[in-house]
């Protein structure tokens, strides 16, 4: 089981002693192309490795010591420079190379439905998915832990052949041939040099050193974003119906560079070089690390040069929130997508001895349970039995009971694997406080009800279990009300940046999934090639959160590719964010799980622009372009100097402007954001935007907004009229403080160019610091 938290190897490198010039490590060495003279850079590269290794030798005492440089990949596409395993003195060395820019030590990265294409809007016949829209082929590429290539959801009977542009391959490799890829399926890579410096080989007898998934995640991924219609899927009879992926006719290609420990920055880096040579209309990532600048973050940067070749890169939010700054991938041409609830929920209830009724959630799919004794704690077992710690439970104690668990340290699907193999007859599992409000359903192999909330029904609960040792109303019955209802999604976590743009986010939980399930009491129950499982988004075992969050908006991302094919990465993400919603299935605002106030309204620092509303997407009226350029001119409002520029530019001979007013908050997003200071009063803060006419014409859009508290917010000109399909207006914003917030630090508003059916809107943020 991968734990999904993001955890880092960083290296401390000292030239005080020979042991440390000798040590080796993985390296990601970023050159300038325009400094690069060799067209073979294989060739350049070797060239590299060799003068810097003569170098460092004469450094060196004794020359026979110096360990020989290993070349672990070239990245000549998405971005320029290679990974080698180099001594601290190697390393030193490369400064003396003309070309040279950033070297990072290599890290490990952590790996971040039936029903959710009718949740998000889609219809069989109609819309985006109107057969003309789906013959378009898109190629979804997606960079996880490798695909299982059997399940029916790779399926390609009817599809058309391979396009001529597709210049991918499918690698061999354990348990994995050429004849595993297909029409559907038609790249598997596997990258794995970077995490075999770290880690070591990979154990074959826990994972595949090939694109086969021995995980799931990967799979689990690919199904959502590209997955084929499957019918009459279900999990052993819960939730039965057509299965599909977000764009369902859309080309894979699975790029293995994530493995039992994680993923190293120098595979993912390769792996998206590779996918963008090959022709990928659209990269999902659902893994990262912790935010760091954009010129010491390596995804951020491969993306750039993915976008820079028409890539749509879609990437996880993370799962450390709701701590503030704390989500990975926050580079705004990134799409960085962030999670929520569905509108199903499968209740399951606990009736306690003394009548009481207390509703939960479980995917348990068998009979309910008698009334049956509760045992908790000291009454099941010895130390740790209160969170059924592996050997904690004694048989005697708590065979043909309904043991009592608190949640938060194992997975919940493994807590009921602990009960069930001590005897348990069904487990009552109850959420730690940093789970929030959240309602999951598990799919558990005895009867469950998972009671995850922290609401005053829950406490009652807590206290009833808590007083119930020697109480003769010491028992319980587990019973499900309906199988499938309609339930209130919640979003996920979010952050604002400090430099004038909203992160953008989005959100889906609790969809059908392909994936081999890691239960063998399960397994023996179903085959892998045709084994469904309806999880969750906030499951540990397969990546809470997000990761199953980010290739739902890859495959709607691919069928907005297939609608409009001169649409740039930016205008894609544009059409999702100013179209998205922000009121639940109920009309009221969306609710944040992780919230701790009296309020539990989600604010734009949850939900960013809200949630994605695609067949409004593909006709959205006006989008925000941002181009290469003016990404560059943004980072140079941040003050980056030239080496950190070259990250970025791609050979190309990019030079910050002089004498230049250059603010971050100019960047053409779809958001806005503005800080303040605390005792600042009438100070004022403008910013340009300029939106491009992809709607009806001719049209007039009039502006509305909703200021934020404490803020006078103006806008010129104030009514925008377009004449001709692709025409672009400009306009600015003014933000004027008031005198500061009172009791809080931020305020929320809205900005919404508003014409006939098309109302595209932007959220602002107001924070006092």
């Not at 439905?113 to 009718?118: F, I, L």
């Not at 900005?751 to 924070?767: D, E, F």
Request: some cysteine.
């Amino acid at each position: 089981m991968i734990i999904f938290r993001t955890f880092l190897f960083f290296f401390v490198f000292t030239a005080t002693t020979k042991i440390a010039l000798m040590e080796e490590q993985t390296y990601i060495i970023h050159m300038d192309k325009t400094k690069i003279t060799d067209s073979d850079h294989q060739q350049y590269y070797q060239a590299v490795i060799d003068s810097i290794t003569k170098l460092s030798s004469q450094e060196e005492e004794e020359e026979n010591k110096t360990p020989t440089p290993q070349l672990l990949y070239i990245y000549e596409t998405a971005i320029s420079g290679f990974a080698a395993k180099l001594s601290t003195s190697q390393l030193k060395s490369l400064n003396q190379v003309d070309g040279f820019l950033f070297a990072t030590p290599d890290e490990l990265l952590s790996l971040h439905t039936t029903h959710t294409p009718q949740f998000l809007g889609l219809q069989n016949g109609k819309g985006l998915w109107s057969a003309s829209n789906l013959a378009s082929d898109v190629i979804v590429g997606l960079v996880d832990t490798g695909i299982w290539p059997e399940h029916v959801s790779f399926q390609d009977s009817g599809m058309s052949p391979v396009p001529a542009r597709w210049k991918g391959t499918c690698e061999e490799g354990t348990r994995f041939s050429i004849s595993n890829c297909n029409k559907k399926l038609i790249g598997a890579r596997v990258f794995v040099q970077g995490y075999e410096a770290i880690v070591g080989r990979v154990n074959e007898t826990v994972d595949y050193r090939s694109p086969r998934d021995s995980n799931g995640h990967g799979t689990h991924t690919a199904s959502i974003a590209a997955g084929n219609f499957v019918n009459q899927a279900s999990l052993f009879g819960l939730a039965k119906g057509l299965a599909s992926g977000m764009k369902y006719t859309a080309r894979i290609a699975a790029y293995k560079a994530c493995w039992t420990s994680g993923c190293t920055n120098s595979d993912v880096m390769a792996a998206i070089d590779s996918a963008v040579a090959d022709g990928v209309d659209i990269l999902s990532l659902s893994l990262g690390g912790r935010s760091n600048p954009y010129y010491r973050d390596n995804i951020a940067i491969a993306s750039f040069g993915a976008i820079q070749h028409g890539v749509f890169v879609s990437c996880a939010a993370g799962n450390s929130g709701p701590s503030r700054s704390s989500l990975s991938n926050a580079a705004p041409w990134i799409m960085t997508v962030a999670a929520s609830y569905n509108d199903r929920s499968f209740p399951t209830a606990v009736k306690l001895g003394d009548g009481q009724i207390f509703e939960g959630s479980s995917l348990y799919s068998g009979k309910k349970t008698k009334q049956l004794p509760l045992v908790y704690n000291r009454t099941a077992g010895s130390q740790g039995a209160a969170y059924c710690f592996e050997g904690s439970l004694v048989k005697k104690l708590v065979k043909g009971k309904i043991v009592v668990c608190e949640g938060g340290i194992y997975s919940r699907t493994g807590v009921g694997e602990k009960v069930k193999k001590a005897g348990g007859a069904g487990m009552l599992l109850l959420n730690s406080e940093d789970e929030g409000e959240e309602i999951l359903a598990d799919a558990h192999i005895l009867p469950v009800a998972e009671i995850f909330s922290f609401s005053d029904s829950a406490q009652h609960l807590w206290t009833a279990v808590k007083e119930m040792y020697g109480n003769q109303n010491n028992a319980a019955r587990i019973f499900q009300l309906k199988k499938d209802i309609a339930g209130v999604y919640q979003d996920g976590k979010s952050f604002i940046e400090h430099l004038g743009k909203l992160k953008h986010m989005w959100n889906e939980l609790d969809p059908y999934r392909s994936h081999t399930i890691d239960s063998a009491t399960l397994l023996k129950k179903a085959k892998e090639d045709k084994i469904f499982q309806l999880l969750s988004s906030l499951d540990p075992t397969l990546g809470k959160y997000t990761s199953m969050s980010c290739p739902h908006v890859s495959g709607l991302a691919s069928l907005l590719k297939s609608v409009h094919r001169d649409w740039s990465p930016a205008a894609i993400k544009s059409a999702l964010m100013t179209t998205a919603y922000t009121l639940n299935n109920k009309g009221a605002a969306v609710a944040d799980i992780a919230s701790t106030s009296t309020s539990k309204s989600a604010t734009p620092f949850a939900f960013g622009s809200g949630h994605v509303d695609p067949e409004n997407a593909s006709d959205p009226g006006l989008v925000y372009d941002i181009t290469a350029e003016d990404y560059l001119f943004y980072l140079c409002s941040l003050s980056y100097n030239s080496s950190q520029i070259a990250l970025f530019s791609s050979g190309v001979n990019f030079t910050c402007p002089k004498n230049a007013v250059l603010q971050p908050g100019d960047l053409n997003y779809p958001s806005f954001s503005v800080l303040f200071s605390k005792d600042a009063r009438n100070m004022s803060v403008t910013y340009k935007r300029t939106v491009k006419n992809v709607g009806k014409i001719p049209s007039t859009y009039a502006v509305q907004v909703k200021e934020p508290t404490g803020v006078s917010v103006t806008v010129e000109p104030r009514s925008l009229t377009f004449k001709k399909m692709g025409e672009k207006l400009s306009y600015k914003v003014s933000f004027v403080s008031l005198g500061g917030p009172t009791l809080i630090n931020s305020s929320f508003g809205t900005l919404t160019w508003v014409s006939g059916k098309y109302r595209v809107g932007s959220p602002i943020v107001v924070t006092w610091l």
